[in-house]
């Protein structure tokens, strides 16, 4: 009897758990269905939720102090432009885009001739005008003309006699290829020449001899800017040039001989200021130097001259 009520309660029991189990299985089966599906009958199934433990992360900022990080702009080569570099006309000017540059030069430069046992009176200066022009690209190469020429009179003081009036005729061309180097604040100019000359001395207005000559030339020129603003420019310039040239000596009233060979040297030195005042149009240029020359001819005899040169340019 006590089996049969043992076996009778274990059904009891099992018959309620089936129940509730198949109970669990028609409401997951009813809440499926309930899902919405695409046309190819998969069912999309929403995104789960985080879980509770989650936290949000807040971004954080960190300010970087001023000076730590400089901008810099690049110039035509490669060069950098900023804290103390500079490109080729300034510490941290803009980027030459290349284009046209010309200038007059007043020279002002007081003659030394040396002929023999003769010499010049050196109490007076002349003023004459250089020409430059020229065009200079991107990278910094550039082509350059300048024609100078200067008419003076003085007095010739000789050993024996008075004074003679001494007319000094020189003048130059020169086609210059060049490549401009920027560097900190500063820039070198080096390049090559083709120079034609022409000296000639009147003596009384009786005997005239005269020298010409050809040749190749170098030379280095220099510029370093010291200050800057939004519009202008302040800066130290110089340079040097040398021309070897190869022509011939003529004196129509020699005995003998009035023609022959004849090699020269022309040197040239400069060392000024130089202003800068930049316009939409193109920038004004001013400069000021202290100039000497030195024409070391064949037969004419050694021409010097010392002084000081203007220059009232543009650059676009």
Not at 117 to 131: N, Q
Request: proline residues 4%; contains cysteine.
């Amino acid at each position: 009897m006590r089996f049969i009520s043992s076996t009778a309660v274990l059904l009891i029991v099992l018959v309620i758990y089936e129940a509730a189990s198949a109970q669990e299985l028609s409401e997951l089966q009813s809440a499926y269905e309930q899902l919405p599906t695409s046309e190819s009958q998969l069912t999309i199934v929403p995104p789960a939720s985080p879980p509770a433990a989650t936290v949000p992360v807040a971004s954080v900022t960190v300010p970087i102090e001023d000076g730590l990080v400089t901008t810099q702009s690049w110039t035509p080569g490669g060069v950098t432009c900023g804290q103390g570099v500079a490109s080729s006309h300034s510490l941290c000017s803009e980027p030459w885009d290349g284009g046209w540059f010309g200038a007059v030069e007043l020279t002002m430069l007081q003659p030394h001739y040396t002929r023999g046992g003769m010499t010049l009176d050196e109490d007076r200066g002349f003023v004459s005008p250089r020409l430059v022009l020229g065009w200079e690209g991107d990278r910094g190469l550039g082509l350059r003309t300048r024609f100078w020429g200067l008419e003076s009179e003085s007095d010739l003081l000789a050993d024996m006699g008075g004074p003679i009036d001494l007319t000094l005729l020189a003048s130059r061309f020169d086609v210059d290829v060049y490549r401009r180097f920027a560097f900190r604040g500063s820039s070198v100019t080096v390049g090559a020449s083709v120079t034609g000359a022409h000296l000639e001395a009147d003596f009384d207005s009786t005997i005239v001899i005269e020298e010409d000559g050809a040749g190749v030339g170098f030379f280095v020129e220099g510029r370093h800017l010291f200050h800057q603003s939004d519009l202008v420019e302040w800066a130290v310039i110089s340079r040097g040039r040398w021309a070897g040239l190869v022509g011939e000596w003529c004196d129509d009233f020699r005995i003998g001989l009035t023609k022959g060979d004849a090699n020269s040297d022309i040197f040239e030195a400069a060392l000024g200021l130089e202003f800068k005042r930049k316009f939409d149009c193109a920038d004004l240029i001013v400069q000021y130097m202290f100039e000497g020359q030195r024409w070391d001819m064949t037969y004419v005899g050694d021409v010097g001259y010392l002084g000081s040169t203007l220059s009232i340019g543009f650059a676009r």
